[in-house]
């Protein structure tokens, strides 16, 4: 299936102008229709799919432009250990992300409890900083 720079854009959450930003920089390959209109099927799919997550792990588009080059390169075990490596950086950046993640959201299920507990009258209302009192 082919899909136009628009239908790409809302598949992928960004906008048009990042899509043309990526295809410009080489690293989103694209086809060009008969009016010269960027056109995107399933492999350009698969790569965008591969720059998203490399880009939510907090990636450059430097690292990601490298990453790309190497995957269009002849295979080599050479080739292969240098995308392992930025592959691997990567996840760490992942694990850290959802780490951080995960405690935000202990923190938020937490005060969520506690606003419950004083909308339930169970505890006085201590969130409002006028309220609060300081500890000697």
């Known amino acids: 299936m082919n899909y136009t720079i628009k239908q790409f854009a809302d598949m992928f959450?960004?906008?048009?102008?990042?899509?043309?930003?990526?295809?410009?920089?080489n690293l989103l390959?694209?086809?060009?229709?008969?009016?010269?209109?960027?056109?995107?099927n399933e492999e350009s799919a698969n790569w965008m799919?591969?720059?998203?997550y490399l880009k939510n792990?907090?990636?450059s588009?430097?690292?990601i432009q490298k990453y790309c080059q190497l995957c269009r390169l002849e295979e080599s075990e050479e080739n292969l250990?240098?995308?392992?490596?930025?592959i691997?950086?990567?996840?760490?950046?992942a694990h850290q992300k959802a780490a951080e993640a995960?405690?935000?959201?202990?923190?938020?299920?937490?005060?969520?409890?506690?606003?419950?507990?004083?909308l339930n009258g169970l505890i006085p209302d201590d969130t409002n900083p006028g309220t609060w009192t300081q500890e000697k």
Do not use: S, W
């Not at 959450?13 to 920089?25: L, N, S």
């Not at 390959?29 to 995107?40: A, E, L, V």
């Not at 799919?49 to 998203?52: A, L, M, S, V």
């Open 13 to 25: 959450h960004t906008t048009e102008h990042t899509i043309r930003y990526y295809t410009d920089i």
């Open 29 to 40: 390959p694209c086809q060009r229709d008969t009016g010269n209109r960027r056109i995107f």
């Open 49 to 52: 799919r591969g720059i998203t």
């Open 57 to 59: 792990c907090g990636a």
């Open 61 to 63: 588009i430097k690292d």
């Open 81 to 86: 250990r240098a995308r392992y490596e930025i």
């Open 88 to 93: 691997l950086k990567q996840q760490e950046h």
């Open 102 to 118: 995960k405690a935000t959201a202990e923190y938020m299920d937490h005060k969520v409890k506690h606003y419950e507990d004083i």
